[in-house]
């Protein structure tokens, strides 16, 4: 079973820049979710798709981040402007139900 | 709103001793998972244990258990026999029951000395 694909794996950009990350699911699994992880933190949710529906997008500063999936596989999540304090990885995630895989994420570092 | 402490942002321990990295959580909620997350170097997430929180059994797998309190709200993570490849970032998570959302702790980096 092919694993949950990200790309870029590292970006860096300066600052009021924009940049885009793409994430691949694993085939079958309607849930994808969009994590931030910001260096020396755990992960933190920006955004929850269930197939190409939003399901939570509380937490994502929709001021600057976009996301979106189209036809309910891969994902894009789009940041305009970017500010320093956007320097993390951002991890891609899926799962049919309890178990999450997790794609190695993209680190990207705002100068 | 749910929320994991990690209080231990390092530990270290000898080769094929034991270590055992704490989690407190905080939740109203009785259904519920909790999960500990192994961050290697190359930033993929992967999944250490899983306990059910209506499940007394503690989980184990191989050289990995948890003792789980559910009344404290405590969660840890020991680790037996270590090996120079359990070195990594870990992570605690909580999961509500009928939601998918994961809520991190802050980490707890494990060094392993030869």
């Known amino acids: 079973e092919a694993g949950v694909a990200q790309s870029p794996r590292y970006k860096i950009i300066e600052k009021r820049q924009s940049v885009a990350f793409w994430c691949n699911p694993i085939?079958?699994?309607?849930?994808l979710y969009w994590y931030q992880q910001i260096l020396g933190q755990g992960p933190k949710l920006l955004i929850q798709?269930?197939?190409?529906?939003?399901?939570?997008d509380s937490q994502l500063p929709k001021d600057r981040f976009s996301a979106e999936r189209l036809k309910g596989v891969d994902s894009t999540l789009k940041i305009q402007p970017a500010k320093l304090e956007d320097s993390a990885v951002y991890l891609c995630?899926?799962?049919?139900?309890?178990?999450?895989?997790f794609g190695s994420g993209t680190r990207l570092t705002v100068v | 709103a749910q929320t994991v402490t990690q209080s231990q942002p390092e530990m270290s321990v000898q080769e094929a001793e034991t270590v055992t990295l704490s989690c407190t959580y905080d939740?109203?909620?009785?259904?519920?998972?909790l999960f500990w997350y192994k961050q290697p170097p190359s930033r993929q997430m992967i999944l250490v244990i899983r306990?059910?929180?209506?499940?007394?059994q503690n989980a184990t797998e191989n050289r990995f258990s948890v003792n789980f309190q559910k009344a404290a709200k405590s969660f840890s993570l020991k680790i037996s026999d270590s090996q120079l490849g359990d070195a990594a970032m870990y992570f605690c998570?909580?999961?509500?029951?009928?939601?998918?959302?994961?809520?991190f702790g802050q980490g707890t980096r494990l060094t392993i000395n030869p």
């Open positions: 306990q059910e929180a209506y499940k007394q």
């Open positions: 085939s079958g699994h309607a849930t």
């Open positions: 798709f269930q197939n190409n529906g939003v399901v939570d």
């Open positions: 998570a909580y999961r509500r029951g009928g939601a998918q959302k994961l809520v």
């Open positions: 939740t109203s909620e009785s259904d519920y998972y």
């Open positions: 995630a899926s799962t049919p139900q309890l178990g999450y895989t």
